[in-house]
């Protein structure tokens, strides 16, 4: 089970953490991804992370302001979002994917178990 929590109203500029607290699996061995949606539009992958933390991606447009972690120790996945802008408005999803690989996973089809989805609401 996942579980996203985080997500709320911000300016353009601000900073949101969300984080995904991970149960019933381990954990440690599950590569994670945070994949979003808007209104209207297909679900992206915005970042994804090894089960090891070795590698991570990020998609295009949040490079540089985007940092995705975890911690197995806390069976969690957090994403910290910086200079968000009104473009960032979404429902974030986190997801996992039971086999754990050396890159990280950017296709929603390699993932096993997603979250109910935060929304993420920037305003201009």
């Known amino acids: 089970q996942l579980v996203e929590s985080g997500g709320g109203l911000v300016q353009a500029g601000g900073s949101l953490r969300l984080s995904c607290a991970a149960s019933?699996?381990?954990?440690?061995?599950?590569?994670m991804g945070w994949f979003r949606q808007a209104p209207g539009k297909e679900r992206e992958i915005v970042a994804g992370?090894?089960?090891?933390?070795?590698?991570?991606y990020y998609r295009d447009s949040v490079k540089g302001r985007f940092i995705i972690s975890r911690d197995n120790t806390k069976n969690t996945v957090y994403l910290q979002m910086n200079s968000l802008k009104p473009e960032d408005t979404a429902v974030y999803y986190c997801?996992?994917?039971?086999?754990?690989?050396?890159?990280?996973?950017?296709?929603?089809?390699?993932?096993?178990?997603w979250g109910q989805g935060t929304q993420v609401t920037v305003s201009s």
């Open positions: 019933g699996g381990t954990f440690s061995m599950y590569n």
């Open positions: 997801a996992a994917s039971r086999f754990g690989t050396i890159a990280p996973l950017i296709s929603s089809d390699d993932y096993d178990y």
């Open positions: 992370i090894t089960w090891s933390s070795g590698s991570t």
